[in-house]
C-alpha cells in the first residue's frame, strides 16, 4: 500500500489549474439569490387589499406544506395536570403538565396577573434555546414583565430544552446534547422521512394556544404571540399559520434569508423552511402574513442575523400595511446596542407593545422583576418528562410511527426526478486531461453542470482495456491512498479506474464557510445541506447526479474506450450510497460493487442513536419514504456484486473530518 506522499492525487486548486473550493457554495447562493429575488418582485405586484389577502392565502399553504401538509384540525382541549403554584411580584405561576395528545406531555408556566377580575389579553411566549428552557433567567423576566402588566401568559419547555430532553441515559447524562444538537439529530431523521421537524414545535405550540384561549382568565380573541431566537422562529411559524393571533413580536430572528445566508452561519432543522427559497419565501413574508395585525420586530445590533437584512425586511413589509390601511405604528421595529438575546430594552419594549394593543395596565412596574429558582417553577417531580413518563412519545417515536404509516412512495421515478431537479448540464463536458508523474496514470476535471465541476484520477491498463471501474471512495481521492495498490492491481488486469471526486470531495473539497468543523453539525456541509434544503435539492441527490454524469462522461471519452466499454459502480462509505443509487437508475451500469454496507434511510428513522452525524451530507429528504430499498433491489436485479478480486480485501481508510 502507497503512503500519501507517494500516492496520486490533487494538489491545490487541481494542480493549479482551477480552484474548485466555492464552486457549490456560489451554485446553491446563487440560486437562492435568483428564487428570492422573483418572491420580493411577486410582492412588489401586491397593490390592492384584494392582492394581499391572495399574497397570505398563499404563504399560508406553502407554510403547511412545508411542515408537511395540514396540520390536524378539529382537536379537544388540551388538559392540564396541576402541579402547584408559586408566587412572585405580582403575579402567580401555575406549573401544569399539559397533555397535547396522543399521550406527548409538555411542562409549562402559566402567568397569571394578581389581581384579575375579568378576562384578560394574553401572551404565548416561546423560549429560545437555553438549557433550562422557561426557567431561563431572561425568559421567565419576560413572563413576569408582562404579567404585572396585566396579561396571561403561558410558556413552556419546546422540544429538547428544560424538562423535555429526549435522550438521556438512566444517570441523566445527555447521550445526545439537548437544544441545538438535539435538534439536528431528530431533524435530520424527519427529513429522510419527508418532513421537517418544525412540524412538531408548530403543532406543539398551537395545542398550548388552544389551551391558552380556552382558558377563563383569557378572551380569546386578544392573544398575542412573542418569543426570542429559536423561539422568534417558532413566533414566525405561527404568523404564517396561525389566524387566531392578535399581535406577534418576535426577537433575535428577523434578518433577509440573503444576509443570513452570506454571514455564513447555519441553522437547526426547525428553521429551514423546505422549499422555501424556491418558492420566494423570505423574512418579508413572515411579516406580510400578520399584516395588518400589530406587529413587532425587535432586532439587536450585534446579533448573529443581521441587524441590516431586519432593517430591509420592515421596510419592505411596511408597504404591505399601507396597502392594508394600517394605522401608523402598526407594524414597529426596534433595535439594541447589545449582542444576541431578550436583552432588557427589548423586553421592556415588548411589554409596552402587548399592554397597548391587548389590553394590559396602562401603568406597570418596569424595573426587572425578581428570579424564580428552576425548581421553583419545575413541572415534573424528577426534573424530566423523559423519566416521569417515559413512555410519553418524542419526536423520535412521532415521526418513526409516520413513516410507518405512509402510503408508499413513487419509487425510482421520484427518485430520478429529485435527481433531475435544480440541475443545468452544460453543451459538453469540456474535460481537462493531464498526466501525472507515474506512467500509467492520469487526471482530469469536467463539467457535469454548467457551474460544477467533478474530478479524478485514473488508472491505465498496459494493454487493451476490458472495461471501466468508476471508484467512488467515502471521501474522495482523500482516501486514494489506501486503494492505490488495489487500482494498480484493477488495471494490470484490465481495468480503467477512475477514483472519482463529487462535488465538495476530496480535491473538490469546498471552502470552510463557518467556525464549526467542516463535517459537524453546523458546518460546512451542514450549512450547504441546510441551504440546498430551502431550494428543494439535497447534496445527497446532486452528488448522485454527479455520479452518473461520470458514467455518461467515460462513456462518451475516446481514451477511455468509447460508449461499448462495460462501466462498473465500485463504492465504499458515503460512495457505497451514491454508487447504490446511480446503478438503480441507470441499467448500463453493468455492475455494483459496494465495498462496505450502503446506508440505509429506513434504519436511520427507526433508530434513536443513528450515526455518524456526518451522514447529513448523504441525505435526500423523503427518500426513506418515496424510495423503498426494494425498489432499488428489484432494479438491481442480479447486477449487485457483494465481493470483488482487486478491491474487497481493502479495509476502509479511517480518514479525519
Sequence with gaps: ??????????????????????????????????????????????????????????????????????????RRVPTAQPAGSVWG??????????????????????????????????????????????????????????????????????????????????????????????????????????????????????RMLDYLAARP?????????????GGGTLTTWLMLTEPRLAAAAPSCFISSREHYQRSGQAQDPE???????????????????????????MSANYDFFPVEGAVRTVARAQRIFDVLGAPPDTLQHVRGDHDHGLHPHLATAAVRFFARHLGGRAVFPENEPPLLSTADLRCTRTGQIAWDAPDSPRV?????????????????????????????????????????????????????????????VVFDPPGPAE??????????????????????????AGRHVVVLDVRATGSLRAHQINEFGFEATYGTTFKLVCDLIGLGDSLGAARVHDVLRAVEFVRSEPSLGGPGMPVRLVGTGHGAYLCQLAAALEPRIEQLVCLTPPLDPVAVVNTRFYGPERDHQCLIPGLAKNCPQQDLDKALGDRRSPADSWFSAVAPPVTQP
Aim: net charge negative; with cysteine.
Design 271 to 297: 428553521q429551514i423552511i423546505p422549499s422555501g427559497a424556491l418558492n420566494g419565501l423570505d423574512h418579508e413574508d413572515f411579516l406580510i402574513a400578520m399584516a395588518p395585525k400589530p406587529t413587532l420586530v
Design 467 to 492: 472495461g471501466i471501474d468508476i471508484l467512488v471512495l467515502d471521501r474522495g481521492t482523500d482516501d486514494l491512498p489506501a486503494y492505490q495498490a488495489a487500482c494498480e492491481r484493477a488495471a494490470a
Design 89 to 206: 411580584d405580582g403575579y402567580r405561576v401555575d406549573k401544569l403538565l399539559v397533555d397535547v395528545g396522543s399521550a406527548v406531555l409538555i411542562p409549562a408556566n402559566l402567568y397569571l396577573p394578581e389581581p384579575l377580575s375579568a378576562p384578560a389579553g394574553a401572551v404565548l411566549f416561546l423560549c429560545g434555546h437555553a438549557d433550562t428552557g422557561k426557567a431561563a433567567s431572561r425568559y421567565q423576566a419576560m413572563c413576569a414583565r408582562l404579567a404585572r402588566a396585566g396579561l396571561v401568559t403561558l410558556t413552556f419547555d419546546t422540544i429538547g430544552q428544560g424538562e423535555r430532553k429526549s435522550y438521556l441515559d438512566s444517570d441523566g447524562r445527555e447521550i445526545i446534547p439537548a437544544n441545538v444538537p438535539e435538534h439536528s439529530h431528530a431533524g435530520v431523521q424527519c427529513w429522510w422521512a419527508g418532513d421537517s421537524i418544525a412540524r412538531y414545535f408548530v403543532s406543539d405550540a398551537r
Design 1 to 74: 500500500m502507497a503512503d500519501a506522499e507517494t500516492a496520486p492525487g490533487f494538489s491545490a486548486f487541481l494542480d493549479g489549474m482551477w480552484d474548485p473550493s466555492l464552486q457549490v457554495q456560489h451554485n446553491v447562493y446563487r440560486r437562492t439569490r435568483q428564487r428570492l429575488a422573483a418572491g420580493r418582485a411577486a410582492n412588489d405586484q401586491l397593490l390592492t387589499p384584494d392582492d394581499v389577502r391572495r399574497r397570505q392565502g398563499e404563504l399560508r399553504r406553502l407554510a403547511l406544506d412545508a411542515l408537511g401538509g395540514d396540520l390536524p384540525g378539529d
Design 396 to 456: 423520535f417515536d412521532l415521526n418513526r410511527e409516520r413513516l410507518a404509516q405512509a402510503d408508499p412512495g413513487e419509487g425510482l421515478s421520484w427518485l430520478r426526478e429529485r435527481l433531475k431537479f435544480g440541475r443545468e448540464p452544460g453543451p459538453e463536458f469540456y474535460p481537462r486531461w493531464w498526466p501525472y508523474r507515474r506512467p500509467g496514470v492520469r487526471k482530469a476535471f469536467w463539467w457535469p453542470e454548467h457551474d460544477i465541476i467533478n474530478a479524478a
Design 217 to 229: 382568565e383569557v378572551d380569546p380573541d386578544r392573544i398575542g404571540v412573542a418569543g426570542n431566537s
